[in-house]
DNA sequence: GCCATATAGTTTATATATAAACAATACCAT
DNA sequence: ATGGTATTGTTTATATATAAACTATATGGC
């Protein structure tokens, strides 16, 4: 018997065998991902924040943690780290000394300038299994899936 | 200018968009199954665990970990607080000393025939804005992904 | 000016995750 | 049998992540 004891419709057993492929491919590709920025010394989390900074550069702490859907807390120690390899830097602000502003460096520049495309060209090569069409088809499907209503 | 100098194709941003879309959902879809698991005071790591002893129970930690697709060293930590809260225990075994089989507790079993009946369910709602076809289509764009050469 | 309230960043407690070192045990070849 | 090697689970160091408490400031109403 089925362990749960609820008989599991088609419909549902076509969600779940989507969802965990799903989570499969994610992990699958986020590996990849991670295992490339790895050889910079970088971790996905600090790629997110370099590149952000990017974009960016001498937000507070506050904006930054929104942007990246992390909380603050989080940013915290993820700036502190980021600080102590002398990639970014903290800076006060005169008007308002409850505020830091994240300051890219010029290493941390540098570091990206290389990582960046690089990461480009992975994410590219990830998905080189798939047509532009099917490319389109799969962020159609993907951004169906997120209700905003 | 970009701030990599890489001039950017048409296929390296439609591969950027997918992947980005892709993060996106997957964290979405992600915090709603954890959000839902948490009124049991589960998370989805120690929900994985227990799903899994219920179809293979008494396994091994090291086979669970395979399993589950983590580290041994991860696993320690899991089982060790599925532990405190009554849902599994370790059992010696006399063959090997080494070895721990993990078993589901009768608390454990009561816990995931809640939990696993609505897990379906929340799967099901989550991609209930996609097509059966649409279900079909995602999982095998999704699979092309995982390259297996 | 002063107090209530809000905001920014930090800290703490908890949970996950890896890689790598470690301990105990098992196994295998000679 | 014994010594080298494998394996199992644990521990340690490090990084991420959240929620919630806390600190220091700012701001608005009176």
Chains 1, 2 share one sequence.
């Not at 120690?77 to 830091?100: A, H, P």
Request: glycine share 6%; hydrophobic share 35%.
């Amino acid at each position: 018997m089925d362990h749960n004891g609820c008989p599991e419709g088609e419909k549902s057993k076509k969600s779940l065998d989507c969802w965990l492929q799903m989570i499969r491919t994610y992990d699958y590709l986020q590996t990849q991902v991670a295992s490339l920025l790895q050889r910079h010394n970088l971790t996905v989390p600090q790629f997110e924040v370099l590149s952000t900074l990017a974009i960016a550069d001498c937000t507070t702490q506050q904006e930054l943690a929104q942007r990246l859907q992390v909380t603050k807390g989080n940013l915290v120690g993820l700036i502190d780290r980021l600080t102590e390899r002398g990639w970014v830097e903290r800076m006060q602000v005169q008007s308002d000394r409850r505020v830091n502003r994240v300051r890219i460096t010029e290493g941390g520049k540098e570091l990206l300038d290389k990582a960046f495309p690089e990461q480009v060209g992975a994410v590219e090569t990830m998905m080189s299994g798939l047509a532009d069409t099917e490319l389109d088809s799969l962020r159609g499907l993907l951004q169906k899936l997120v209700k905003t209503d």
